[in-house]
């Protein structure tokens, strides 16, 4: 299973940024698939999940209004639209997957066995 993100680079405050994750190996309608987040000198945390039926998300505190998480099962493919972005955002992005998980362990990275490589996202004041 190999998850592909792009989508990162710099913006300033309040602008937006699309990130995609394309999934081989593996189906998107078959796992749910998320987003995490590391900021620098900070520990990985939960951005965004979609489950497998792709209806039902769950979205951080943090970004919750600001961004969106979508699937195309067609492209197999997870979205993550980043809207009114703020500094704190600035992160290193990723998508994760799995086909096994529970929903109810969905905010938690260490219960997914598939990673994407990460994707820079720097916003700037």
């Known amino acids: 299973v190999q998850l592909q993100a792009s989508g990162g680079g710099s913006v300033q405050a309040g602008g937006s940024l699309r990130l995609s994750c394309v999934a081989s190996g593996l189906t998107s309608r078959s796992a749910v698939m998320g987003w995490f987040r590391q900021p620098p000198g900070k520990e990985r945390e939960f951005v965004a999940v979609?489950?497998?039926?792709?209806?039902?998300?769950l979205y951080a505190d943090s970004v919750k209004g600001r961004f969106t998480i979508s699937k195309d099962n067609a492209q197999n493919a997870l979205y993550l639209q980043m809207n009114s972005l703020k500094p704190e955002d600035t992160a290193v992005y990723y998508c994760?997957?799995?086909?096994?998980?529970?929903?109810?362990?969905?905010?938690?990275?260490?219960?997914?066995?598939?990673w994407g490589q990460g994707t820079l996202v720097t916003v700037s004041s």
């Open positions: 979609m489950h497998r039926g792709g209806v039902a998300a």
């Open positions: 994760a997957a799995d086909r096994n998980l529970i929903w109810g362990r969905a905010r938690f990275s260490s219960d997914y066995d598939y």
